[in-house]
């Protein structure tokens, strides 16, 4: 059974070392928060200006003043800051976030990203994903492992214009985690009932085993 949005959420969350900061992007990135218990220090930064933002209780009232960059409501933990963006994308740019987690269209053997396109479909920005990809010291990717017409979101080149280059460490998907070592895919864990000849058959390159599945 592949995981769920937030069970994707749960893992990535379960993997972010203590002490870490860490820049969350829209989609299935806004989710981790809310898996991180209070105990752990794990700050949370947005680009559109916050630093030690948690998620909303189920009991919580929103502040309709304070969003993240997704335009979520969110909560601020004690000891947080707001800033100016110019501020936020001096942190991005300059090295001092420790992890990015993304949502992607497309990802390549190489560790290329592509997190928007222009079609008939769909016109859009690249927004801040540039900086933050080619910004932060380690990049997860949250994403769906295919589209819905079962096309695989990971393959050799990159068909959509690339956000950044080289880039992408891990990749948590609903069927499995790849961790790239240059163009070498290792598998490290798999989803319930999901074995590796299914993962292997939604990838579009090569992937290799790992110590988990």
């Not at 933050?132 to 010291?137: I, K, N, W």
Request: hydrophobic share 45%; aromatic share 6%.
């Amino acid at each position: 059974m592949a995981w769920a949005r937030d069970e994707i959420a749960g893992r990535i969350a379960a993997d972010i070392p203590d002490g870490w900061v860490v820049n969350i992007g829209v989609g299935i990135p806004t989710l981790v928060p809310e898996f991180i218990p209070s105990e752990r220090e794990v700050l949370f930064q947005s680009e559109n200006g916050i630093l030690g933002m948690v998620a909303l209780g189920p009991d919580g009232s929103p502040d309709p003043e304070m969003i993240d960059a997704g335009k979520r409501p969110i909560a601020i933990r004690p000891g947080g800051s707001f800033f100016e963006s110019s501020l936020s994308f001096s942190m991005i740019r300059g090295g001092h976030i420790d992890l990015g987690i993304v949502g992607a269209l497309q990802i390549s053997r190489a560790g290329d990203i592509a997190n928007w396109r222009t079609d008939e479909k769909m016109i859009g920005g690249i927004g801040g994903a540039a900086d933050v990809c080619s910004g932060v010291r380690n990049l997860w990717v949250a994403m769906l492992h295919t589209t819905d017409t079962g096309e695989s979101k990971l393959m050799m080149e990159c068909g959509y214009p690339l956000t950044a280059i080289g880039v992408v460490d891990r990749v948590y998907s609903d069927l499995a985690i790849l961790e790239r070592d240059g163009v070498t895919w290792h598998v490290i864990a798999t989803a319930p009932d999901v074995d590796l000849a299914e993962v292997r058959r939604a990838t579009g390159f090569p992937i290799e085993s790992g110590d988990e599945q």
